[in-house]
């Protein structure tokens, strides 16, 4: 079993950046494949990013192609998400997420997918 802890979130105005760190304990992070998602009000929870066990391999969100970057340090069991040009609409509580099974291609945005994970941290984004 692995526990998960984001930090890193707070309040920014929009075109600002923001990087978010999620921590593991209990396990080897480089055991598995992990993934960023995020909750607004009132909206189901959306993916946003993912990386393989590795990091060799990233996907994302078209919503943030281009601006957010996922990437992973496994010698500190630690994740990453750099968000930059922030906009309003990327204000949420994200998520990190863990799976302990190699994801298929067209499982890796699917929050079931993941079996772990974090209690999230709030971005706020004004403009």
């Known amino acids: 079993q692995v526990q998960l802890a984001e930090s890193g979130g707070g309040l920014v105005q929009a075109g600002d950046s923001l990087r978010l760190s999620c921590a593991a304990s209990g396990r080897t992070l480089s055991s598995y494949d992990m993934g960023w998602f995020r909750q607004a009000p009132g909206k189901e929870r959306e993916f946003v990013a993912h990386?393989?066990?590795?990091?060799?391999?990233?996907y994302y969100a078209d919503s943030v192609k281009g601006r957010f970057t996922i990437s992973r340090d496994n010698a500190k069991n630690t994740l990453y998400l750099q968000m930059n040009m922030l906009k309003p609409e990327d204000a949420a509580v994200y998520f990190c997420?863990?799976?302990?099974?190699?994801?298929?291609?067209?499982?890796?945005?699917?929050?079931?997918?993941?079996?772990?994970w974090g209690q999230g941290t709030q971005v706020t984004v004004s403009s």
């Open positions: 997420a863990a799976s302990t099974a190699g994801l298929l291609l067209s499982s890796r945005m699917l929050s079931r997918s993941y079996n772990y």
């Open positions: 990386s393989s066990y590795n990091g060799d391999t990233t």
